[in-house]
């Protein structure tokens, strides 16, 4: 993902965010542990699809656009996160951005309730870019790329719009 598209993507998560702030009357409101919060409910989720940690069962994993449609989930609340932190300068998280090579998947879900503790507890643009790097990395685990990234996220962004419309 260039810098340009993550620009892009910072800013239609803002204009989502800010609609949701307003229909929820919250405009004041502190919401970051509720998003981190929000975003390991994501992580489990996206793990629960792949099944990657399930030894106990033969049931394969859930259809790949599945999977990716929880894993733009984790997304939005990624990019939400860095708004409401002001830690959304794309051009540097794209300079200190490192692929980290893991060796399973389940190591990979690990590195990311790791790095979400890790901005819990020291809320500095260190521990974000370190976030953002562990769940682009386990994107690219999952055998996605940025476009198949950038183009669900505008999908499913498209409907948050819409169940705001729908007072959901
Ligand atoms: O401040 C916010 C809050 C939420 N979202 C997005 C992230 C995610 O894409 C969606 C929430 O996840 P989901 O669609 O799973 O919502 P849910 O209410 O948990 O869905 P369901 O009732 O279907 O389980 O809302 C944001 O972008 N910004």
Redesign the pocket.
Known sequence: MDTEQLTKLFQE?RI??DR?LENHDLESKD?LKD?LL?FYV?VG?LANETRCFKFWSFKPASKREIILEEY??GV??LL?IGLDLEFNDASQLIIKYTKKSRGSLTDHFHAVIESINRLREGTNQKNYQELYNEYLSLGIALGFSSNDIIDAYFK?NQI?HKRQESS?
């Open positions: 998560q989502l965010d949701i919401l998003k929000a994501e989720e733009v989930d939005h609340f939400s499913k948050n959901y």
